[in-house]
């Protein structure tokens, strides 16, 4: 079964009196365990789209269905947990809380959840050590670069062992040795742990990194790339 | 999430801004401290103007013939008491009792060369116990003997306005028993001066039977003073003296004006809290707003990592709690060090201020505070209550932030 599915989905922004089309009768499949960059030129609703499949919005019209359920129907407090449980973010700024260590970041998402101290303890230096950052656990953001950054917000994405991973341009802030670092990492991540990943990016070095490429144009999908 | 984890956050995120978290804590503190140092000064000058009051003017209770009018201070002798050592005596026989002693009171005009007062003449029994305060008051001169029959003691506030001093001359004018003027010289004994200036201005005292014989009232009184052991003994002393023709009258009905006086100076005082507090509430919803605003995007993270609104709005509250609660702790420290230093050394009021005061409390020239542990657990609770209403709204406002919008700002 396919891990999410998009069915006629519309997302209209309205900024005034102009309407925006970012999303226009898109319906899209993505299957478990995929690794699908998203590209399009700028605006055409690669960011939507991502917004879209992560429950963090809701379309205007269509239906949003992760593992068959449509989520477009759940209220607030159920989306919040769908997100917790099933779905990993990245972004393109490095979005670690300021506050807290490397190890509490990647452990935050499992606090939220009912995750026991000795499984999430074995869960967070796992994917630390997967990231290379064994010897960061106690540094704080801004002891840190912007590839360790991003490193760690990728641990972090994958530490509830979600269905899918959103990353939203995750490499646009890094120069290409850290860039190539991160998609190799989360490459060898989708391998191992079987979680799919679709990745909206600009960068053809990262787009040679997908198996799959579904491409965007004004909010239509212009070609799907499906594999089968 | 636990509690314990959100409490971590939030307690790390006031260590972001830990100069604003710092003020908004001072802040916090201060306000608390000016009002358990308010609530401790007033409690002190209420206590300290009644206990004034009643030993100086009105004792616990007064023994009075039933026709006798306060203000009229009557020298009729249907107005006055005649078995006055009876009375006395049956008043000291109880075990409640501290001292009881008869005392007369009329309206006198006191005349120097260049000037004259109004005042309250008291004939007292000089040997009495109720006296020592007035006693050991006497800045000049000496107290008077129960025997002398020219000597007078009038206040050194008095005095001083008057330009005499103790050994002088002076001329006193009443109207007597009978309804006629009559005036007699007299010397001035001593000087009192007991720290209330409404007092030391306005009374002059002479020995009780040379007050009775300026009068003609001879072995009359106006009352029966009472001084208790204890306050609370009050109304079961009142209930033994009860007698035909006399009326008990007692401290509370006696100092009536004096308690309504206080309880209207509450309500000005309770609006004095409540501006204090609301600033304090001000001061909590700004910073905790401004620590929303920075996080604006904080809060799109950690909407997307699954953070409930419910979540994140008590992480808001915990921010608030944790400053109210340290600020309120830091407040009650402070608070109680100066009620401690407030009780001890207490503040000058100066003169002409306790005697504007003293037209409704018996001021001394220096308030002190006094601990009042109810009122100042009331405050310091209302002070935490309210702190974390205010907390409501910027708390609120960061829950229900939309994740999109708060991913893109
Ligand atoms: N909150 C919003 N309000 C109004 N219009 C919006 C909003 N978000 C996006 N849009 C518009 O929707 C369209 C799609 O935007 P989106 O961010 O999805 O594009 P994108 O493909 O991610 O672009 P980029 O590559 O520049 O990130 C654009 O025209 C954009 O201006
Ligand atoms: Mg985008």
């Not at chain 1, 796992?126 to 917000?153: C, T, Y």
């Not at chain 2, 009375?87 to 009171?105: D, I, Q, S, Y």
């Amino acid at each position: 079964m396919d891990a999410i599915q998009l069915e006629n989905v519309t997302k209209v922004y309205h900024v005034g009196e102009v309407e925006t089309h970012a999303l226009n009768d898109v319906s899209l499949n993505i299957g478990e365990g995929e690794f699908t960059a998203l590209v399009g030129p700028s605006g055409s609703g690669k960011t939507t789209l991502l917004q879209l499949i992560g429950c963090l919005d809701k379309p205007d019209k269509g239906a949003v269905k992760i593992k068959g359920q449509d989520v477009t129907r759940l209220n607030a407090n159920q989306r919040a947990d769908l997100r917790r449980e099933s779905i990993g973010f990245i972004f393109q700024f490095f979005a670690l809380v300021p506050v807290l260590t490397a190890y509490e970041n990647v452990e935050l998402p499992l606090l939220l959840g009912s995750v026991n101290a000795k499984e999430r303890r074995e869960r967070v230096m796992e994917l630390l050590k997967a990231v290379g950052l064994s010897d960061r656990a106690r540094h704080r953001p801004d002891q840190m670069s912007g590839g360790q950054q991003q490193r760690v917000a990728i641990a972090r994405a994958l530490a509830p062992r979600p269905l899918l991973v959103l990353a939203d341009e995750p490499t646009a802030n890094l120069d290409t040795d850290n860039g190539k670092q991160a998609m190799e990492i989360m490459q060898r991540l989708n391998e191992k742990t079987g979680t799919a990943f679709v990745f909206a990016t600009h960068d053809p070095r990262v787009v040679a990194f997908a198996r799959r490429v579904v491409k965007l144009r004004d909010g239509r999908i212009d070609s799907n790339g499906a594999t089968g | 999430m636990s509690l314990s984890k959100l409490w971590m956050l939030a307690y790390r995120d006031l260590g972001r801004n830990r100069r604003r978290s710092i003020l908004t804590l001072l802040s916090v503190s201060f306000g608390l401290a000016l009002l358990i140092w308010m609530a401790g000064l007033i409690a002190g000058v209420l206590e300290d103007s009644l206990q004034n009051s009643i030993v100086f003017r009105t004792g616990h209770l007064q023994i009075r013939a039933s026709s006798f009018e306060e203000d009229k201070l009557s020298l009729q002798s249907k107005d006055l008491l005649a078995n006055t050592e009876d009375l006395t005596t049956r008043a000291n026989a109880l075990n409640e009792v501290k001292a009881a002693a008869p005392v007369l009171w009329a309206g006198v005009i006191l005349d120097t060369l260049n000037d004259s007062a109004s005042l309250q003449l008291y004939g007292i029994d000089t040997a009495s116990p109720i006296y020592t305060p007035i006693q050991t008051s006497v800045v000049a001169g000496s107290f008077l003997t129960a025997d002398d029959r020219d000597g007078i003691l009038i206040g050194k506030l008095l005095a001083d306005s008057l330009n005499i001093g103790a050994g002088q001359k002076v001329n006193l004018a009443i109207v007597n028993a009978d309804g006629q003027p009559d005036e007699g010289t007299f010397t001035v004994r001593g000087l009192f001066s007991t720290g209330i200036p409404s007092y030391d201005q306005s009374s002059v005292f002479m020995p009780l039977s040379k007050a009775q014989a300026f009068t003609g009232v001879a072995g009359h009184a106006s009352a029966i003073f009472i001084l208790l052991k204890d306050q609370a003994d009050t109304d079961k002393v009142a209930a033994a003296l009860q007698g035909p023709g006399v009326s008990i009258v007692t401290w509370s009905s006696m100092n009536s004006l004096l308690i309504n006086a206080i309880q209207a100076g509450m309500s000005f005082y309770v609006l004095l809290d409540g501006i204090v507090i609301l600033i304090v509430a001000v001061i909590i919803a700004n910073t905790l707003l401004m620590a929303v605003f920075e996080r604006i995007r904080e809060m799109g993270i950690l909407a997307a990592l699954g953070m409930k609104q419910r979540q994140i709005m008590q992480m808001f509250l915990l921010e608030a709690g944790i400053l109210g609660l340290l600020g309120v702790i830091i407040g009650i420290v402070f608070g109680l060090g100066g009620v401690a230093y407030l009780a001890t050394t207490g503040i000058s009021i100066g003169d002409k201020m306790a005697a504007v005061a003293g037209n409704s409390f018996a001021l001394g020239t220096t308030i002190y505070a006094r601990f009042d542990t109810g009122q100042f657990a009331a405050l310091s609770l209302a002070t935490l209550f309210v702190i974390l209403l205010a907390a409501l709204y910027p708390a609120r406002y960061a829950a229900h932030l939309e994740p999109v919008d708060a991913l893109r700002s």
